[in-house]
């Protein structure tokens, strides 16, 4: 190998070396930092960890938004119409979110299985049915479509009332 | 009659610039790899002629919003008749094709105003330059002809009335933000057209970035005023008061920013030194991939925000055809090319030369990690190994240290000498800002907080840092030279667009540090008459009324604040708005803006018996976030202004480096 030839390969090695240590250091810092969505179905069967920031979503279920009298705590149930999920909130929820909607929280499941939310996202959907959550139906084996057009109905009806 | 055809003007409008842009992609590149001049002159005339017609097509979308005509699709579905006339404007690029439309017609814009600027070019060049940039308006005409027609007609379904502009977008904010937005994006491709132009050429000399260098500078100012105006935007208008999400849309814009500013950087040495000509053309190429890749990811639906609008998924396969294209093509090119055009030139481990490729390397690694957390959980999503998201305590992970670093290196390069600096004159010339900047940096938080605070010393020290060691270079220039003042007038405004540039970042280096740690936020409960305490300030809410806006409907909070126990006080009125049209509830903030602090005020919900939600924050210092863009931008004009680039000078080839 010829001077050059070795001063090349040492300049690509250590190029390379460090690109590897960022990626890896990068990867590191993705996995503490993903947040994994789960829906009702795969909350109820246990799927979810408890203590660790996750995300949850489905619909509001109408009816269930409850709010303290003195503060600004709030309760509601997210549900995918298979199972339920108890949510708690502090503080001042989004412009979009109404009951029969959807909706997505950020927070960690409680060993009671309440979900305490630290972040409430809602936005108006077409299919009135946040993605995710049809397609966490899909997979536990329900037909996301009959959901889908509840789901729509039920929103629907909602709309009309106000 | 006739007013009733301005749609199908419009339409016979794109479908001609389209058939032009197809000849000026053709025949100037067919010309000047076969040599025959008649070709190559194709290019000036083809460009002025698609962009005339672009212009055409989208005064005619216009026309067709201002006289809401709702047999257009496009028109019905993002406007109403009761739409005040300038958000009517502004609406035009409120939605997916018309913005694609106004995209495509910067583009031809660009490549005109290319084609007249640069006459002096080598016909070849000038000929390969404006073929590349007719590639990719056809490209983007194609596009918006097959899938995404702004001017589709519903003549048998025409409602009577339009489904009105998303109520968010409805803001000053918006009418400017894309359009800056997009001419940064777009600027870029005219660097892009240079240097694969410059590739297949084989010659990639002095003069031609001496063309280079302004197109990027332009490009990269209007792309920070763009970055800079969204997260104002994103602040006031979404009624968080966060000013960076760390979003995929705004990710996206900050992609090519970042190999944009290593872009700028690298193209310093390269008409400086002759150098990092194959890595310039490289950033030149990513850049406008990433620009690309940022439409993409905004465009085609897979990702959710305010920026998607309808989704379609032949849209987003065409753009990503479109993006590999464009990548393969030009990796390509630049694989068989570079080698031609590159040589080396020697340099010392410690001169400007190396700390300007200090400077690129970190800022390409900023972009890797960005860019990965980016695309991370939707390469998951499409190989169907779950959904995810990737928050902001990643990006600030890793994003941050990164920042830190590079600053560090930033109050070097300046004062390093080209070729070699020697480390006892820089030491001599920069220990004093360094102490200073790190004594300053502890103390202030003790002063105004009482507090000490590692994160806020970390950057109020850097932000200083950088701030001393420019003015330490500046001191020095002004003694060299027969009086301070004939000094000052020698430095050229090139030196002051960095200088600018520079502080720009300090400046909102500052902003981000102030607000991130010494905000206050609180969330409370308040009726008429109840009175809170933030900040220091006393907010006393006396009344709720009922407001009708031009297009809605509004519950305005009247909020009186003091300020401890001064007697000045003032009126804040948030407001909750319901769009009639769409039935779009929407928060319309109170701001309080001031240089160093901004109060902030946002109503929540109804907690119905008279009482609402309230979100009010104290924000210190955010003003310099955005300050510091528009100092960084002003320095990017500058730079551009600065004459070297208009003096006419013969293409001579950079002198050779030694060693």
Redesign the interface.
């Known amino acids: 190998m010829t001077p050059t030839r070795k001063r090349k390969l040492l300049v690509i090695v250590t190029l390379v070396s460090l690109a590897a240590v960022a990626v890896g250091l990068s990867l590191y810092a993705l996995r503490a930092n993903i947040n994994l969505f789960f829906s009702p179905v795969q909350i109820a069967q246990g799927e979810a960890p408890l203590e660790r920031s996750i995300r949850a979503g489905g619909m509001v279920k109408v009816g269930s938004v409850s709010r303290d009298a003195e503060s600004l705590n709030v309760a509601f149930t997210v549900t995918d119409y298979v199972d339920d999920l108890p949510v708690d909130y502090q503080g001042i929820l989004p412009d979009l979110f109404r009951e029969g909607q959807g909706v997505v929280v950020v927070g960690e499941l409680q060993d009671d299985g309440r979900f305490r939310a630290d972040e409430v996202l809602a936005r108006h959907d077409e299919n009135y049915m946040p993605p995710e959550v049809a397609k966490a139906l899909e997979d536990a084996g329900y037909s996301p479509a009959d959901f889908q057009a509840k789901a729509a109905e039920i929103g629907r009806q909602q709309e009309d009332d106000t | 009659m006739l007013i009733r055809l301005i749609p199908e003007v419009g339409h016979f409008a794109l479908i001609i610039a389209l058939l032009m842009a197809v000849i000026q992609a053709a025949l100037p590149l067919a010309g000047a790899a076969t040599r025959r001049p008649l070709w190559m002159a194709y290019g000036q005339p083809m460009a002025t002629g698609q962009f005339v017609f672009l212009l055409l097509a989208y005064g005619c979308l216009t026309a067709s919003y201002l006289l809401d005509d709702y047999s257009v699709v496009n028109v019905a579905s993002n406007a109403n008749s009761l739409l005040p006339w300038y958000y009517k404007l502004s609406a035009v690029w409120g939605n997916h094709e018309g913005s694609v439309l106004l995209w495509s017609l910067m583009l031809a814009g660009w490549g005109c105003v290319a084609a007249w600027r640069s006459q002096r070019l080598p016909r070849d060049m000038l000929a390969r330059v404006l073929g590349v940039l007719g590639l990719i308006s056809s490209g983007f005409l194609l596009f918006m002809l097959l899938t995404s027609n702004p001017f589709e007609r519903q003549l048998l379904t025409m409602p009577t009335d339009g489904a009105d502009l998303n109520p968010l977008l409805q803001d000053i904010g918006l009418i400017v933000h894309p359009p800056m937005l997009y001419m940064g994006y777009v600027g870029f491709s005219v660097v892009f057209a240079f240097a694969i132009a410059a590739l297949l050429g084989g010659r990639l000399d002095a003069a031609w970035t001496r063309w280079a260098r302004p197109w990027t500078n332009i490009a990269w100012a209007f792309l920070t005023v763009g970055i800079a105006l969204g997260s104002w935007w994103a602040y006031y208008e979404l ?1 968080w008061g966060g000013w960076w999400f760390w979003d995929p849309v705004e990710n996206a814009s900050l992609l090519p920013w970042l190999t944009g500013t290593a872009l700028v950087h690298s193209l310093a040495v390269t008409e400086k030194r002759g150098s990092f000509k194959s890595w310039t053309v490289l950033m030149a190429i990513a850049t406008f991939s990433l620009s690309l890749m940022g439409t993409f990811l905004v465009r085609s639906g897979v990702l ?1 925000s305010v920026h998607a609008f309808a989704n379609d998924p032949s849209r987003g396969l065409f753009i990503l055809v479109l993006l590999a294209i464009t990548v393969t093509l030009s990796l390509l090119v630049f694989a068989l090319r570079a080698p031609r055009v590159s040589h080396a030139v020697g340099f010392n481990w410690l001169s400007r030369d190396a700390l300007l490729l200090i400077n690129n390397g970190l800022l390409v ?1 900023m972009t ?2 960005v860019l ?2 980016t695309l ?2 939707l390469i998951l999503d499409s190989l169907g190994l ?6 902001p ?2 990006f600030n ?2 994003f941050v240290p990164l920042t830190v670093i590079t600053c560090l290196f930033m109050g070097l390069g300046p004062l390093a000498r080209w070729k070699s600096t020697s480390p006892g004159e820089l030491v001599r010339r920069l220990w004093w800002a360094g102490l200073a900047a790190l004594a300053l940096g502890a103390l202030i938080p003790l002063v105004y907080r009482g507090e000490w605070n590692l994160w806020v010393t970390l950057g109020l020290s850097i932000a200083l840092w950088i701030m001393l060691s420019l003015g330490r270079d500046l001191f020095d220039r002004l003694r060299h030279g027969r009086s301070p003042w004939q000094a000052l007038r020698r430095l050229s405004l090139s030196y002051w667009g960095m200088v600018l540039g520079h502080l720009g970042v300090a400046v909102t280096i500052v902003g981000a540090t102030v607000v991130s740690h010494y905000a206050v936020e609180q ?3 308040m009726a008429p008459d109840t009175s809170v305490s933030v900040a220091g300030y006393q907010f006393t809410m006396t009344g709720i009324n009922d407001r009708r806006g031009p297009n809605y409907l509004a519950d305005t909070a009247v909020i009186e604040v003091q300020r401890g126990d001064s007697r000045r006080r003032f009126v804040m009125q948030p407001e909750k708005r319901l769009y009639l049209a769409t ?5 319309q903030v109170a701001l309080s803006p001031g240089l160093f602090r901004d109060l902030y005020v ?1 109503m ?2 109804d ?3 008279g009482s609402w ?3 009010i924050q104290y924000k210190p210092f955010v003003r310099w976030l955005w300050l510091g863009g528009l100092l960084m931008a002003l320095g990017g004009v500058l730079a551009v202004a600065d004459k070297r680039y208009r003096r006419v000078r013969p293409a001579t080839p950079v002198q050779e480096g030694h060693g």
Do not use: C, F, H, N
């Open positions: 009624g959710t690694t890797m990690t990965l957390g991370y959980p779950g959904k995810i998201s990737v928050g305590p990643y992970a890793l969330s409370v409960r039935g779009m509830p929407m928060t946002a929540g919900e907690l119905g018996d939600a309230m979100r």
